[in-house]
């Protein structure tokens, strides 16, 4: 057996797109992942697993229900983390403005995008190594200072919310060593980006991994894109 076992990463969201793909690299790169699906169905990251020889462990949880996210806390109560990321998201038609957007559709995209990743990185940050890293996956549309085009503004305006929200984090996080990444995975090709994007998945998620990777070592809050470029707030 070996005396240094393989680093372990917890991905959240990864029944398909870009969380998929983000497993699957993490795998190849030689970790151990435990990735995550919502309900009891079978998605593509179920075969991934199976071909996996046992590095892909799946785990279940919708993150927009607070007490599915402290049933997998629980569940997870012994384990270790070299990295915590939170892949999950949803988008809305792009077109609904402020004054179109339903009060439920708004809230769907702000508890799904803002609120629900936070409370995971809450729950799970003490499962989280003292050097390990902690990632979210944002949009360069969650720029404030980027947005002059304007359009997507409830899924924008949700991605800036993370960004804030993990900002205060950071902020509570002060001193310690871990380093703390906002991702912007470029426009890709999966169900939310659509076939018209600019990017293959596997082009963006070997950006995002080894951007990730670039961070190791280096305390505090970053907001990259795939290339590892810094995006302004
Ligand atoms: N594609 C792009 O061009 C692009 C650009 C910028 C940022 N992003 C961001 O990248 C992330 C992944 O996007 P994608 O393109 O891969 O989208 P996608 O193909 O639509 O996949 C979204 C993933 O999030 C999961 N998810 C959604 N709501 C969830 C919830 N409440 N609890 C748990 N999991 C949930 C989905 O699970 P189910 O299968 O159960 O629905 C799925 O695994 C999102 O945060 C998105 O905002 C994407």
Request: net charge neutral; hydrophobic share 40%; with cysteine.
């Amino acid at each position: 057996m070996s005396s240094n076992p393989s680093p372990t990463a917890l991905i959240v969201g990864a029944s398909r797109g870009l969380g998929l793909t983000m497993a699957e690299e993490y795998a190849k790169r030689g970790w151990h992942v435990i990735a995550t699906v919502r309900g009891t169905g079978k998605t593509a990251l179920h075969e991934l697993a199976q071909r996996s020889e046992g590095r892909i462990e799946i785990e279940s949880v919708d993150i927009a229900n607070a007490d599915e996210i402290t049933s997998l806390r629980q569940r997870l109560q012994s384990r270790k983390f070299d990295l915590l990321f939170v892949n999950a998201g949803v988008a809305n038609d792009p077109e609904e403005t402020a004054g179109a957007v339903s009060t439920d559709e708004f809230v769907r995209v702000m508890v799904t995008n803002a609120l629900s990743p936070m409370r995971v990185i809450e729950q799970f940050e003490s499962l989280v190594s003292s050097t390990g890293t902690i990632g979210v996956m944002s949009s360069g549309l969650g720029s404030v200072a980027d947005n002059e085009s304007g359009g997507w503004d409830v899924y924008r305006g949700s991605k800036a919310a993370l960004n804030t929200m993990m900002r205060s984090f950071a902020a509570r996080q002060a001193g310690n060593s871990r380093p703390l990444v906002i991702i912007a995975p470029g426009w890709v090709r999966t169900d939310m980006g659509g076939p018209n994007a600019a990017l293959d998945v596997h082009e963006s998620i070997r950006g995002v991994v080894d951007t990730i990777t670039s961070c190791a070592g280096k305390p505090g809050l970053r907001y990259l894109d795939y290339r590892g470029h810094t995006i302004r707030w």
